[in-house]
């Protein structure tokens, strides 16, 4: 069964280093997400992205954040100058298609634990 | 605004009883919901999604959720637990936003299944 897949599993970084995060979405599929948990919490929704361009960000996608789909199969998440408050899991997702009643499925990678020091 | 309230951070059930993991939704609008699952140290799997077609339905490994809009809930259940359903639970609404739709996530129920 096709997967969404995430590299690396786990990335310790310093504070004020880039970072980049790379996902391959399930390969029919044309919209792309992020989201993110910090530990204890829930999980947030950061940004989606369509046709070469960011659909929807939350306020936490400041630009700090960017997210590009460099080639036909990775979609990545970069942070230029990590902080401590961004130490989190964070999570791929894709989708075949969008619907209007909202019932189309997101499938989820394993999800990158980025430890900023 | 839409939103997703889960009423139980922790459920501890016995292996072979019923579990019950509670959520109520907030929406203007017809909701589309759905349960998500993980487990420690795993990525979120699909449990299940209610669709407007039918209230009652049905998910992976024996879990079902019936959407009752005059209560705004959509509890998840599953008649008998299995040591391997002790993980994260999470509720999840479906908002439009520009030509994407993105999730909203409850804070999750974590299930604990005792022998």
């Known amino acids: 069964e096709p997967e969404v897949t995430q590299t690396p599993s786990h990335q310790v970084t310093q504070m004020g280093q880039e970072v980049i995060l790379r996902c391959v979405p399930i390969s029919n599929h044309l919209y792309f997400y992020w989201y993110r948990q910090i530990l204890g919490q829930k999980v947030e929704f950061l940004v989606s992205?369509?046709?070469?361009?960011?659909?929807?960000k939350s306020e936490i996608f400041d630009d700090q954040f960017s997210v590009e789909r460099p080639d036909g199969s990775n979609f990545t998440l970069k942070i230029r100058s990590t902080k401590l408050e961004d130490s989190a899991m964070y999570f791929c997702a894709s989708s075949e298609a969008v619907r209007t009643s909202g019932t189309d499925t997101q499938y989820f990678g394993p999800g990158t634990r980025l430890t900023v020091l | 605004a839409q939103s997703v309230t889960q009423l139980d951070s922790h459920v501890s059930v016995s292996e072979g009883t019923p579990v019950l993991l509670r959520c109520n939704y907030s929406?203007?609008?017809?909701?589309?919901l759905f349960w998500y699952v993980q487990h420690p140290n795993k990525g979120l799997q699909l449990l299940l999604k209610y669709t407007s077609a039918a209230t009652l339905v049905k998910g992976i490994n024996g879990f079902e959720a019936e959407f009752k809009k005059s209560e705004t809930s959509f509890h998840l259940t599953k008649p008998s637990a299995h040591m391997s359903d002790a993980a994260e639970y999470f509720c999840v609404v479906s908002v439009r936003g520009g030509a994407t739709n993105k999730l909203i996530f409850g804070t999750g129920t974590l299930l604990a299944v005792q022998p």
């Open positions: 929406s203007s609008y017809s909701p589309s």
């Open positions: 992205f369509y046709n070469n361009e960011i659909s929807e």
